[in-house]
């Protein structure tokens, strides 16, 4: 859409209604503070943008796993993340997930074998293991597990033919049988075996449990087994081990034992059965792809570091990411105005916007006389809150004046001086040229402004953005738009995919079919613009066309995308699927004359992003802000990543 008339029909189309609406109270001016400055993600992905902490955080509380971030500079500012994990014989799970020590240490009481992780520490802060387990014959339970023999005995004594195993000895060393019960229990049937690693000479059957506990004392790796219900009463076996860097150490069958071993080591592990029972390796891992890079105990180290890589997560050992930069989609939105409050008033209604390009720059003739309506104070207000701004330069889109400024070496670099000093002073992050209707006899000239102007901005460390026409293959080479030339200077591409059909167009059609702006992605790269600079514009508007009975266009005019469902709505329009194009094309009739159009929606800005995800381009810019409506931001902040 030819961006600067639409910006002052639209303006005019407000300055009238300010004329005429006499009686009705002003609203009230916008601000720059109601423009989004945190972000609330979950894990690693985001989920909504605010203007005020208190939101920001009155919202991230309503799910588990969420965290504030000042868009600028990605400041970690609030989380709700846990500190503490109970465990249970090596198992835990996200309930059992607490912010606070006392909330994790109720838990791990109400637990027999409990385990409390500070997950920012190495190893337990706090253990539940009993020592002496009590037993009925082959029968124990959980709760007859007891720190210390004291506890043990005291519960033996509500109980008959009961015997006590220290854990950490492997050994029967206690019980309340009477020597009557005992001859009796010798005098049945023997079950109970004595396996071992080690060759027995003898392979002896006991009927009393405790005979064959006593035999096994001396045997490396032994282990007693009731024959007839295949329960272990008792066992010698090596069933911790303890590992270093995945490295195995040593093996014990107590785990105290193990304990006091891995203690000393860095990096260390106690696996039973597959689990890990203890560790004092790092919870948080730093990942690059698939490349380990390096581990750390505390989220503000993890951080630190992770953040000078690109495309870094951070992992738990849960493998669960819980922060990530990968390439984000870049997201670009034209103000296609000058003036500061409607910039403001289209900011605060956004989400993940990026770059902000606010109309400020015009050359004004062949001359090089430039335009200039920088808003310094803005530039550094939107900087506070993460914004870039790379001001709109037009060239009026006229071709003559176009034309004798490109053709004067001297209007040239007087100019690009004057512009360049302009963004400098108002701190701006670039500049984006958006010369259109340019004679294709200047396609030489054109590409050596361009070549020019890049080189004055990178010099003050400033970027440049070239916006171009979808076009197409087969007349591109006759316009004054030299796509590689362009590339190779510029640091973002933008192609302008919309205007398929535009007012003057001899069918009518929609805006930018779906398949059509992938063809424009397929030509750019084909013209050799990499992919990394390559940023697809969107529509946020449509065209409605009054078509006669063949369906040739007759009128047509622009319709804001927010106002489209109400457009829908009053005219009763009927919906039908335009498989071609992509979109949902709409028709009614309204005093005997009848209208189609092709509805631009969320799903459709969807499905361009996806475009521009499947190419891996730099990112989107839309044309234009204000256009849209509100609900349309929070679904594209999280496409962003």
Do not use: C
Request: hydrophobic fraction near 40%.
């Amino acid at each position: 859409m030819n961006k600067a008339p639409l910006a002052i029909a639209a303006a005019a189309a407000i300055g009238l209604q300010a004329v005429f609406a006499t009686g009705v109270s002003a609203a009230p001016a916008p601000s720059v503070s109601e423009i989004s400055q945190y972000r609330v993600y979950q894990n690693d992905r985001p989920l909504k943008e605010f203007a005020r902490l208190s939101d920001a955080k009155a919202y991230a509380s309503r799910f588990a796993y969420t965290r504030v971030e000042r868009i600028s500079g990605r400041e970690w500012i609030w989380d709700n993340f846990p500190r503490y994990k109970v465990y249970q014989n090596g198992q835990s799970q996200t309930s059992w997930e607490y912010a606070s020590y006392s909330s994790a240490l109720a838990k791990a009481n109400s637990l027999p074998n409990a385990q409390i992780r500070d997950l920012q520490q190495p190893g337990w802060v706090y253990s539940k293991s009993p020592r002496y387990q009590l037993y009925q014959g082959d029968r124990t339970k959980p709760s007859w597990g007891f720190a210390t023999l004291a506890e043990a005995k005291k519960e033996a004594a509500k109980w008959s033919r009961t015997h006590i195993i220290d854990i950490e000895a492997a050994d029967w060393i206690w019980d309340n049988y009477t020597a009557a019960q005992i001859k009796v229990i010798r005098a049945g049937s023997p079950v109970y075996v004595v396996q071992s690693d080690v060759a027995l000479t003898e392979k002896k059957v006991y009927a009393f449990a405790k005979d064959a506990v006593i035999a096994a004392r001396s045997l490396t790796g032994s282990k007693v087994v009731n024959n007839s219900t295949g329960a272990v009463i008792l066992s010698r076996a090596p069933s911790y081990e303890v590992l270093q860097n995945g490295k195995s150490v040593a093996k014990y069958y107590a785990l105290q034992s193990a304990l006091t071993k891995a203690k000393g080591l860095s990096g260390a592990q106690i696996v039973r059965d597959g689990l890990v029972w203890w560790t004092n390796a790092p919870y948080l891992t730093v990942m690059q792809g698939d490349k380990l890079l390096k581990s750390f105990h505390t989220r503000k180290s993890a951080l630190q570091y992770a953040s000078g890589y690109s495309r870094s997560r951070i992992v738990t050992a849960d493998k669960r990411t819980i922060w990530s930069q990968p390439k984000a989609l870049e997201i670009l939105g034209w103000s296609g105005t000058a003036d500061q409050s409607s910039i403001v008033t289209q900011l605060a209604g956004t989400q993940g916007v990026d770059i902000s390009s606010p109309s400020w720059y015009v050359l004004v003739d062949g001359t090089g006389k430039l335009q200039d309506d920088s808003l310094p104070d803005l530039v550094a207000s939107l900087d506070k809150r993460g914004i870039k701004v790379q001001p709109l330069l037009h060239n009026g889109f006229d071709a003559k004046r176009t034309s004798a400024f490109l053709a004067n070496p001297e209007a040239r670099q007087t100019f690009i001086k004057n512009i360049v000093a302009s963004l400098k002073k108002a701190g701006a992050d670039g500049l984006n040229l958006d010369f259109e209707s340019v004679a294709g006899k200047d396609r030489a000239l054109y590409s050596q402004f361009v070549r020019e102007i890049a080189a004055a901005l990178h010099k003050e460390g400033m970027e440049l953005a070239v916006d171009l026409p979808r076009g197409d293959i087969a007349w591109d080479h006759l316009t004054a738009y030299d796509h590689q030339a362009i590339a190779e200077v510029a640091d973002r591409v933008v192609i302008m995919a919309y205007d398929e059909h535009w007012q003057g167009s001899d069918e009518a059609g929609p805006v930018s079919s779906i398949g059509w702006s992938e063809g424009g992605i397929q030509q750019f790269l084909a013209y050799g613009v990499p992919r990394s600079k390559l940023v697809l514009g969107i529509p946020f508007y449509v065209r409605v066309w009054e078509v006669d009975a063949s369906g040739k266009p007759k009128t047509s005019r622009a319709v804001y995308m927010k106002d489209v469902p109400k457009l829908i709505n009053s005219k009763a329009a009927y919906a039908s699927l335009d498989t071609e194009a992509g979109l949902t094309k709409y028709t009614y009739t309204e005093e005997g004359k009848t209208y189609v159009f092709w509805a631009e929606t969320n799903e459709s800005i969807k499905q361009r992003v996806a475009l521009a995800k499947k190419y891996d381009l730099a990112g989107i810019a839309a044309w234009r802000l204000g256009y849209e409506p509100a609900a349309l931001w929070e679904g594209l902040l999280k496409l962003k990543e």
